[in-house]
């Protein structure tokens, strides 16, 4: 059973940076995709990137492609999002999850063992 557990989230003015963390406890096969997604207040939760655990494949939301990059440390066992040249949009809760298809999925669905979320707020 994989747990995740977020943090990093904090107020910033637009323009700023954050790194968020997720460490993992539990069992992370090489296969394995991690994602963040991400949830504004009165909307739908999206995709915001994902990484594959063994070889570092990326993908982006186009909303944060160029500004955001997902990075992972094997001997810590933590993935990060790096976040740059922050927007007022990109306020939101910001979730991790495991992909164990490992398909570098944008579908929330396909993506499990959510943490419990790190606020991000980006004031303009």
């Known amino acids: 059973q994989v747990q995740l557990v977020e943090s990093g989230g904090g107020l910033v003015q637009a323009g700023g940076s954050l790194r968020l963390s997720c460490a993992i406890s539990?069992?992370?096969?090489?296969?394995?995709?991690m994602g963040w997604f991400r949830q504004a207040p009165g909307k739908e939760r999206e995709f915001v990137g994902v990484?594959?655990?063994?070889?570092?494949?990326?993908r982006y939301a186009d909303s944060v492609k160029g500004r955001f990059t997902i990075s992972r440390d094997n001997a810590k066992n933590t993935v990060y999002l790096q976040m740059n040249s922050l927007k007022p949009e990109d306020t939101a809760v910001y979730y991790c999850a495991v992909d164990p298809a490992g398909y570098l999925s944008v579908e929330e669905g396909d993506f499990g063992s959510w943490g419990q979320g790190t606020q991000v707020t980006v004031s303009s």
């Open positions: 539990g069992r992370i096969f090489l296969h394995y995709g």
């Open positions: 990484i594959r655990w063994s070889g570092g494949s990326t």
